[in-house]
T-cell receptor, first 112, second 119 residues
């Protein structure tokens, strides 16, 4: 069974630009989560999507947004990039009847 | 608000030593879930275990064991006879749930413990 996949693996952007990160959950998983792992800040919860709806949001500004598609894949968009947005962005998926989140390999975003 | 503390930032051991990673949590909820994840150098978080707040049974899986004590709000992880392949960052995490046991989904992570096992 394929795991959670994320693309791209690495992304380099300039301050002020927009970044789009993509995530495909494990087949059969309906919930998708996004986390940011910035150096020195640990893993911070960003967004939770379930059945196409945003269910919960972490303490991040509105320029962090996303969506979930009918096939349960998800996009994370970061507008007006700032240097401190440089981080590893991890996506996780969860099946409807379980509590474990399974993580993808992440997208390393570098803002210069 | 919920909080997870992993007081050990880094631990270094020699192969075959036993090592315990500490995790202390704070939550106002009576129903919650605790997790341990492993993050090897590749970066991908690997799920290790989930424990429900209403189940204080300790668990053993091969060389891994977990000790959950609600009285001290701790969920410690022990690796017996450590191996070089155990070298990774280990995260403890907490997810709160409603009275029906439905998880709110959001995981609150500790800062992680870097474990280095030397040959």
């Amino acid at each position: 069974e394929a795991g959670v996949t994320q693309s791209p693996t690495h992304l380099i952007k300039t301050r002020g630009q927009q970044a789009t990160l993509r995530c495909s959950p494990i087949s059969g998983h309906t919930s998708v989560y996004w986390y940011q792992q910035a150096l020195g800040l640990g893993l911070q919860f960003l967004l939770w999507y379930d059945e196409g709806e945003e269910r919960n949001r972490g303490n991040f500004p509105p320029r962090f947004s996303g969506r979930q598609f009918p096939n349960y894949s998800s996009e994370l968009n970061v507008n007006a990039l700032e240097l401190e947005d440089s981080a590893l962005y991890l996506c996780a998926s969860r099946p409807r009847d379980s509590y474990e989140q399974y993580f993808g390999p992440g997208t390393r975003l570098t803002v210069t | 608000a919920q909080k997870v503390t992993q007081a050990q930032t880094e631990i270094s051991v020699v192969e075959k030593e036993d090592v315990t990673l500490d995790c202390v949590y704070e939550t106002r909820d009576t129903t919650y879930y605790l997790f341990w994840y492993k993050q090897p150098p590749s970066g991908e978080l690997v799920f290790l275990i989930r424990r429900n707040s209403f189940d204080e049974q300790n668990e053993i899986s091969g060389r891994y064991s977990w000790n959950f004590q609600k009285s001290t709000s701790s969920f410690n992880f022990t690796i017996t006879a450590s191996q070089v392949v155990d070298s990774a960052v280990y995260f403890c995490a907490l997810s709160e749930a409603d009275a029906g046991g439905t998880s709110y989904g959001k995981l609150t992570f500790g800062q992680g413990t870097i474990l280095t096992v030397h040959p």
